[in-house]
C-alpha cells in the first residue's frame, strides 16, 4: 500500500514529520509535477504540502492522485479553528471520510469511539472494527473525536450568528480546505486529521501560531497509529 500524507502548510508538515521521528531518514525529491516531497525508503509513505485554500489545496491534490502510482489512502493532517470555545486547545478532531482498519475500510461516520492520542493501535480506537462497542470517553487535549467539518473559503472571524448556524448543523470546527466529505477520490481513501488551534474568533490568527505545534503534535501521535498498524 503506497500512503500519502498531505498538510495544507508546509510547517504543519514539518511539525508532523518531526513529531514521528521520520525527518532524518526522508528522501526529499520533485515530482515530475513539480510538487516537492519526503519519501520514505521502503515503507511506501510520502508526505507533501498542498497550500492553503480549497481551490489551491484542490489543484495539487488532483496533480498528486495523477502523479503517483498504485496510491491507495491519502491521509490529510493539519489545523482548524473550533466552533464551541469549550472544545479544548489540541484537542483532535477526524471527519468526513475513511478510515481503515487492519483488514478492511471503515466508515468514520459509523464509527462511536472516542480515544486519546497515545492509545495503543490494538486498544478499541477509530481503526477498530467493533463499532458497536463504547471506547473510553475522553475530555483532555490530545483526544480523538469523529466530526463534521465545514470548509470555509473566508479567512476572517465567524460571526455568533453563523457560528450558531454551523453548530445547529452540527459541524463542530472549521478549515480552508479539505476534501469535502468525500470518502473516495479515485479509488483512493480519504482521512482527515485536524487538531484545533483556536476559536474561530477575532483572536483567532494569534491562537494559530501560539498552538499550531501542540496541535500538530497531537495529530502526529494519531497518524503515527495509523502508519504503525499499516506499514510494521
Keep these: 500500500m503506497n500512503i500519502l500524507v498531505v498538510s495544507p502548510l508546509k510547517k504543519e508538515l514539518k511539525i508532523v514529520m518531526q513529531t514521528l521521528g521520520l525527518f532524518d531518514e526522508l528522501i526529499y525529491r520533485c515530482l515530475s509535477n513539480g510538487c516537492p516531497v519526503w519519501e520514505h525508503p521502503g515503507k511506501k509513505i510520502v508526505f507533501t504540502y498542498l497550500g492553503v485554500g480549497q481551490s489551491e489545496f484542490q489543484k495539487n491534490f488532483k ?12 491521509i490529510c493532517v493539519g489545523s482548524c479553528g473550533a466552533l464551541n470555545n469549550e472544545t479544548q486547545l489540541a484537542e483532535v478532531f477526524t471527519f468526513g471520510h475513511k478510515a481503515i482498519s487492519e ?23 477509530l481503526f477498530s472494527l467493533n463499532s458497536n462497542e463504547p471506547g473510553p470517553e475522553k475530555s483532555a487535549a490530545g483526544s480523538v473525536k469523529l466530526a463534521k467539518s465545514y470548509v470555509r473559503s473566508d479567512v476572517g472571524p465567524i460571526e455568533e450568528s453563523e457560528r450558531i448556524a454551523l453548530l445547529a448543523e452540527g459541524y463542530v470546527c472549521v478549515t480552508q480546505e479539505g476534501f469535502l466529505g468525500e470518502g473516495y477520490a479515485g479509488g483512493v481513501a480519504l482521512l482527515e486529521i485536524r487538531g484545533v488551534t483556536d476559536y474561530s474568533d477575532s483572536a483567532f490568527q494569534a491562537d494559530f501560531h501560539l498552538n499550531l505545534e501542540q496541535a500538530l503534535m497531537s495529530c502526529a501521535k494519531v497518524l503515527g497509529q495509523i502508519l504503525k498498524i499499516h506499514i510494521d
Excluded at 483488514?103 to 480506537?125: A, F, H, I, L, W
Aim: aromatic share 2%; glycine share 2%.
Design 63 to 74: 496533480n498528486m492522485l495523477g502523479t503517483l502510482e498504485s496510491l491507495e489512502q491519502v
Design 103 to 125: 483488514t478492511n475500510y471503515v466508515s468514520v461516520e459509523e464509527q462511536k469511539d472516542t480515544v486519546t492520542s497515545d492509545s495503543s493501535p490494538t486498544s478499541k480506537s
